[in-house]
């Protein structure tokens, strides 16, 4: 029994917590009226001031005109308080963003980089000035030995830490505005997106952490097309291993990369620390191609150096026919849909297996 009306309790309780509105409907009829009231009394002393019909209506009314005026001065005190209260808040408001969004009246050094007069700048603290989140320069400024017109701080995962750090570790990092192509740590980077780069041993070290990628970067001596996205990228599995990719190159959706005479469409390319080509994936032939005796279709699936098959086959590839165009081999016959062809770069078929 005790239980019950426990249980009933709580429910009364529960029942009883229903949320209010701060401003019901009632609230903002009252602040209706009073705005029309203030309206009025507005328009009756502009009527006052400038018509001198009025005055000599009010005067020969005076009594019932100075009753309706207190009336309308009265109900027009709500919506003057609170009007009140709100351009105070308004105000408040003004200087808190302008305290969080100062223009530098004299040069000022920040994380390391040298801002000159009329730098705007956002701050998470007012009070902080290393609290910088983004700087907007007058003109091209030298960050770290890259030119750019504006910067935003934020932080990136040190994928170098060691894997057994008892907490994930972040660096420091600065996407960069730049106007023109610049190269850094050996790459070519484009102007149309941020380029970003990591900051190491209390930034001392600045190191490439993605840009796009602009004409003139090549990869196994093969042209990389502009467009395509470069980013600092290290494979770690589940069970703990880590490969040893250090870049990772996602090519533009309609740019074609070769790499060992195979026309690769939009593949995504993991790299070493000195970029040769480790794995590809996503990637599908950009034409019909040829390679031993089997003929693959435009549109057929390649990859090579993915976990699973690289420990028995290194180095090889592995193609994966789609619905509707099957692989042709003089020995092999159709191989459709759902099955797998393992090639050495050769030619050699090493294996053809269901996916």
Known sequence: MSGKLHHQARRETRSSMIPVPIFSGAFFIILGLSFLATIAVVFWGAALALIPAARRSFGRHRGRSIGILAVLCTASLFFV???????GVDLESRKEQAALHPTLTA???????DMPVGTQLSL??????????EAHFPHAVSVFAISAIALSVRSEGDDEAPQ??????????????????????????????????????????????????????AVAQSPIPDGSRLIRSTTTYGDGLRDNDYWRIDVVD?????????????????????????????AVL????????????AGTAVSTGLRGVR????????????????????????IAEGMSVVQAPDGKVQAIMPN
């Open 107 to 113: 040069p000022a050094t920040l994380l390391g980089v």
């Open 254 to 282: 309609d740019g074609v990369f070769e790499l060992e005479g195979l026309p690769l469409r939009h593949p995504t390319l993991r790299l070493d620390r000195q970029r040769n080509v480790l794995a590809v994936e996503y």
């Open 81 to 87: 308080c609170a009007a009140v209260v709100w351009l």
């Open 311 to 334: 420990e028995k086959y290194p180095g090889a590839w592995v193609f994966r026919p789609v619905q509707g165009h099957p692989a042709h081999g003089k020995d092999h016959g159709d």
């Open 164 to 217: 057994d750090a008892p907490s994930p570790t972040y660096l420091p990092a600065m996407a960069l505005t730049i106007t023109s192509t610049q190269m850094v740590d050996g790459w070519t980077c484009g102007a149309s997106e941020p380029l970003e780069v990591v900051l190491r041993h209390d930034a001392r070290i600045k190191t490439l952490y993605s840009c796009q990628l602009a004409a003139g970067n």
């Open 286 to 297: 950009a034409r019909d191609t040829r390679l031993g005796d089997i003929s693959y279709p």
């Open 124 to 133: 998470r603290d007012a009070t902080d000035m290393t609290s910088l989140e």
